[in-house]
């Protein structure tokens, strides 16, 4: 053979392993793809802490910076009317549990010291899911108790990284912050400003360690919870101080997780939901968020304690730059992630929570699917909402207010005297709420509560 003729031969070769190659990338992006579209969706649960209803951009912040979690308002739905609970460990056991915190025994924070956290018997979030073969996470601030019964990885979770309860929990004897990989102390105290950092590098291995499978990304983060803590790339940077600071860094984080998921070919078969677990701390003055329009913060059961701002992404199905004013609660994730996944939800038990996929995914003439949502400080029953009412229910001596929240969203005018019918409604509803969950002030214990798990 001559010297051209192997040349040729040899070019003919390698261009034929170029298209070679080059098609069986293709069947693989293909397969790769189909096997995408064909099994459930992944989910990431982003929950900040102490985070105001106006303290991200697209709820209105005028000084803190939040593109990230702005654009994935423009590219999925903004709910308005998104309730929690009024303080950290309530809202915690609400999400993962789907059930009133009474109802599950842990209306109250848990302290360092703390002998109780969430039942064995308790079915959670991550346990239905691991039922559908998710691969689960958590990463952050848990607070549902720190001995080694009611830590994540015994409710659920395969690997957990994060302080067992709040970054101020370090006083009166107790002992410093800890950070924890699984069950063990790694460092303590735990050099917060490091956290956001750290629990996003721990969210992207995570990503990337389970791209091949569906899993739940669970991110209850430390920050905005006083003491504030930011890494030295974003101190100083906001127009709102180091609580501003703090808040973009969580954006950053966010942005983070959303790029991972994109470049991994995930981003079209992952739901991401953003909210916060409480109003913003108020009597922490500049280190506390903004609730407004809304009434109050944090530990109080006006909606600028409970209501808080929440964004739900999922490309290709959850219509983009949407907005839902329909009442829905983070008791509301754990039956409708699990109905996407095909996991049952118990019937065993009572579960508050309701699947509001028809909300997510803008169906026509989707409401919301609750009649009521009841709100208590520690067991006392104070409020309750239903359609555009707000009852503020008597206690030490306060009477009943009636509050029309589409007329007056920062529950300032009191129209009980006007709609003396709509009073006696709610009322009646609060009562069955008693009657099944409790109520301190009235001294009903409530027909339908279980108890918190305890190390006694």
């Given at each position: 053979?001559s010297?051209?003729?192997?040349?040729?031969?040899?070019?003919?070769?390698?261009?034929?392993?170029?298209?070679?190659?080059?098609?069986?990338?293709?069947?693989l992006?293909?397969?790769?793809a189909?096997s995408?579209?064909?099994?459930?969706?992944?989910?990431?649960?982003?929950f900040?802490?102490?985070?105001?209803?106006?303290?991200?951009?697209?709820?209105?912040s005028?000084?803190?910076?939040?593109?990230?979690?702005?654009?994935?308002?423009?590219?999925?739905?903004?709910?308005?009317?998104?309730?929690?609970?009024?303080?950290?460990?309530?809202?915690?056991?609400?999400?993962?549990?789907?059930?009133?915190p009474?109802?599950?025994?842990?209306?109250?924070?848990?302290?360092?010291?703390?002998?109780?956290?969430?039942?064995?018997?308790?079915?959670?979030?991550?346990?239905?899911?691991?039922?559908?073969?998710?691969?689960?996470?958590?990463?952050?601030?848990?607070?549902?108790?720190?001995?080694?019964?009611?830590?994540?990885?015994?409710?659920?979770?395969?690997?957990?990284?994060?302080?067992?309860?709040?970054?101020?929990m370090?006083?009166?004897?107790?002992?410093?912050?800890?950070?924890?990989?699984?069950?063990?102390?790694?460092e303590?105290?735990?050099?917060q400003?490091?956290?956001t950092?750290?629990?996003?590098?721990e969210?992207?291995?995570?990503?990337?360690?389970?791209?091949?499978?569906?899993?739940?990304?669970?991110?209850?983060?430390?920050?905005?919870?006083?003491?504030?803590?930011?890494?030295?790339?974003f101190?100083?940077?906001?127009?709102?101080?180091?609580?501003g600071d703090?808040?973009?860094?969580?954006?950053w984080?966010?942005?983070?997780?959303?790029?991972?998921?994109?470049?991994?070919?995930?981003?079209?078969?992952?739901?991401?939901?953003?909210?916060?677990?409480?109003?913003?701390?108020l009597?922490?003055?500049?280190?506390?968020?903004?609730?407004?329009?809304?009434?109050?913060?944090?530990?109080?059961?006006?909606?600028?304690?409970?209501?808080?701002?929440?964004?739900?992404?999922?490309?290709?199905?959850?219509?983009?730059?949407?907005?839902?004013?329909?009442?829905a609660?983070?008791?509301?994730?754990?039956?409708t992630?699990?109905?996407?996944?095909?996991?049952?939800?118990?019937?065993?038990?009572?579960?508050?929570?309701?699947?509001?996929?028809?909300l997510?995914?803008?169906?026509?003439?989707?409401?919301?699917?609750?009649?009521?949502?009841?709100?208590?400080?520690?067991?006392?029953?104070?409020?309750?909402?239903?359609?555009?009412?707000?009852?503020?229910?008597?206690?030490?001596?306060?009477?009943?207010?009636?509050?029309?929240l589409?007329?007056?969203?920062?529950?300032?005018?009191?129209?009980?005297?006007?709609?003396?019918?709509?009073?006696?409604r709610?009322?009646?509803?609060?009562?069955?709420?008693?009657e099944?969950?409790?109520?301190?002030?009235?001294?009903?214990?409530?027909?339908?509560?279980?108890?918190?798990?305890?190390?006694?």
């Amino acid at each position: 053979m001559s010297t051209r003729n192997a040349t040729i031969s040899r070019r003919q070769f390698l261009q034929g392993s170029i298209v070679g190659t080059a098609a069986m990338l293709g069947l693989l992006d293909f397969a790769r793809a189909r096997s995408q579209s064909e099994r459930p969706p992944n989910f990431v649960v982003i929950f900040v802490d102490d985070l105001g209803y106006q303290d991200v951009g697209c709820f209105g912040s005028p000084l803190i910076s939040t593109p990230r979690v702005d654009r994935m308002a423009a590219e999925g739905v903004r709910f308005t009317s998104f309730y929690v609970q009024t303080v950290c460990t309530p809202s915690r056991a609400a999400l993962l549990t789907g059930c009133y915190p009474v109802r599950v025994g842990l209306p109250n924070v848990l302290g360092a010291n703390a002998k109780i956290g969430i039942n064995s018997s308790e079915a959670t979030l991550a346990e239905l899911l691991k039922s559908r073969g998710y691969a689960t996470t958590c990463i952050g601030k848990w607070h549902l108790g720190h001995l080694p019964q009611f830590l994540p990885t015994r409710h659920g979770f395969d690997s957990y990284f994060g302080l067992p309860y709040s970054n101020d929990m370090d006083k009166n004897g107790a002992p410093p912050i800890p950070l924890m990989r699984a069950e063990k102390i790694i460092e303590q105290p735990a050099d917060q400003n490091t956290l956001t950092q750290r629990y996003t590098r721990e969210a992207v291995r995570f990503i990337e360690a389970n791209k091949d499978r569906p899993f739940l990304l669970y991110l209850p983060h430390t920050m905005v919870h006083v003491p504030l803590h930011v890494s030295d790339g974003f101190r100083g940077k906001s127009k709102r101080g180091l609580y501003g600071d703090a808040a973009e860094e969580i954006d950053w984080s966010t942005g983070q997780i959303l790029d991972t998921l994109k470049r991994l070919g995930l981003d079209d078969n992952t739901i991401v939901l953003f909210t916060s677990d409480n109003g913003p701390w108020l009597v922490k003055k500049e280190d506390g968020g903004c609730a407004l329009p809304l009434r109050d913060g944090k530990g109080t059961t006006y909606d600028g304690g409970v209501r808080v701002p929440c964004v739900v992404r999922w490309p290709g199905k959850i219509p983009a730059g949407t907005v839902c004013a329909e009442m829905a609660t983070a008791m509301d994730i754990l039956p409708t992630f699990s109905r996407l996944a095909g996991a049952s939800v118990p019937t065993d038990r009572t579960i508050d929570g309701r699947d509001i996929w028809p909300l997510m995914s803008g169906a026509e003439g989707a409401s919301s699917p609750h009649e009521a949502l009841f709100f208590y400080r520690a067991n006392r029953l104070q409020a309750m909402r239903s359609g555009k009412w707000k009852l503020i229910l008597p206690q030490d001596g306060s009477p009943t207010a009636l509050y029309d929240l589409e007329a007056d969203i920062g529950e300032s005018k009191d129209v009980s005297g006007a709609y003396p019918i709509v009073v006696r409604r709610l009322s009646e509803m609060a009562q069955k709420c008693r009657e099944d969950i409790g109520d301190a002030i009235t001294g009903i214990k409530g027909r339908n509560c279980r108890p918190p798990g305890s190390a006694r």
